[in-house]
């Protein structure tokens, strides 16, 4: 079983940062993929970023194109913890973000777009971005 904890989402002003944690605990396969989720008011949940982790070594975060450039996860895995810095918010990025966790064969990309196959979900950290 694993238990998933999201911290760290407010309010803040366009163009502004947040960076959202998530604590993560309990047992899982060594290889297995971790990443954030959003779901706007109104709108369907959407793959964020994503990290294939294989015996505590991490591989490199895929990201939605609409957060390239913007947003950056990454994971400690000492402190088995993920996060995801968010620079340059802008108002569309409005949503509740759910920390999320699956294990795999390999393709965590996938996720991205197949959100109904993660297995883990945290209870979401409300993030406003006013403009």
């Known amino acids: 079983q694993v238990r998933l904890v999201e911290s760290g989402g407010g309010t803040v002003q366009a163009g502004g940062s947040l960076r959202l944690s998530c604590a993560a605990s309990?047992?899982?396969?060594?290889?297995?993929?971790i990443g954030w989720f959003r779901q706007a008011p109104g709108k369907g949940r959407e793959g964020v970023a994503i990290?294939?982790?294989?015996?505590?070594?991490?591989?490199?975060?895929e990201y939605a194109d609409s957060v390239k450039g913007r947003f950056t996860a990454s994971q400690d895995n000492a402190e088995n913890t993920l996060y995801l810095q968010m620079n340059g918010l802008k108002p569309e990025d409005t949503a509740m973000y759910y920390c999320?966790?699956?294990?795999?064969?390999?393709?965590?990309?996938?996720?991205?777009?197949?959100?109904?196959?993660?297995?883990?979900w945290g209870q979401g950290t409300q993030v406003t971005v006013s403009s």
């Open positions: 999320a966790a699956a294990t795999t064969t390999g393709n965590c990309a996938y996720f991205l777009t197949n959100d109904r196959a993660m297995y883990w």
């Open positions: 990290i294939y982790t294989r015996n505590g070594i991490n591989g490199i975060p």
């Open positions: 309990g047992t899982t396969s060594s290889t297995y993929c």
